[in-house]
């Protein structure tokens, strides 16, 4: 099979796009842990989305939505804190756990999203605190 030229360059400019996203996205991981040492003690998890230049954070029990309101994906997120998560159907954390497990994620703990997969998990979270040490 034989490409063209335009096709090449269109193929190789994807992947520099794609990689480059990847490093800005690593490059973001000691933000958002130093961020974390500045929250209050309620505060469990700093993100950072797509298409926003702040960091947002969420306290035990509130929603945190893989994907805000204005469309941009959560792309890294670092766990400020011990906490039990419980993944939810719905970006405002309505309706039943997905699965029914919750899942213990210690602090320091980072989550990048890559290739989008955070949406299969489900479409948003809410933790809790928990007796781990944090």
Do not use: W
């Not at 335009?6 to 490059?27: D, W």
């Amino acid at each position: 099979m034989k490409f063209s030229s335009s096709t090449s360059a269109a193929v190789l400019g994807i992947l520099i796009t794609s990689c480059h996203a990847q490093v800005k996205l690593l490059a973001t991981i000691p933000e958002l842990a130093a961020y974390c040492s500045t929250v209050g003690p309620n505060t469990y998890v700093a993100v950072r989305y797509e298409n926003t230049s702040n960091i947002v954070t969420y306290d035990f029990n509130e929603c945190y939505p893989y994907e805000l309101p204005t469309g941009g994906l959560a792309q890294v997120a670092v766990f400020c804190k011990t906490t039990t998560c419980t993944n939810k159907p719905n970006p405002d954390c309505s309706g039943g756990a997905v699965p029914p497990v919750p899942v213990p994620i210690p602090a320091g703990t980072v989550l990048p999203n890559v290739v989008d997969f955070v949406q299969l998990l489900g479409q948003g979270a809410t933790c809790q605190r928990n007796g781990l040490s944090s």
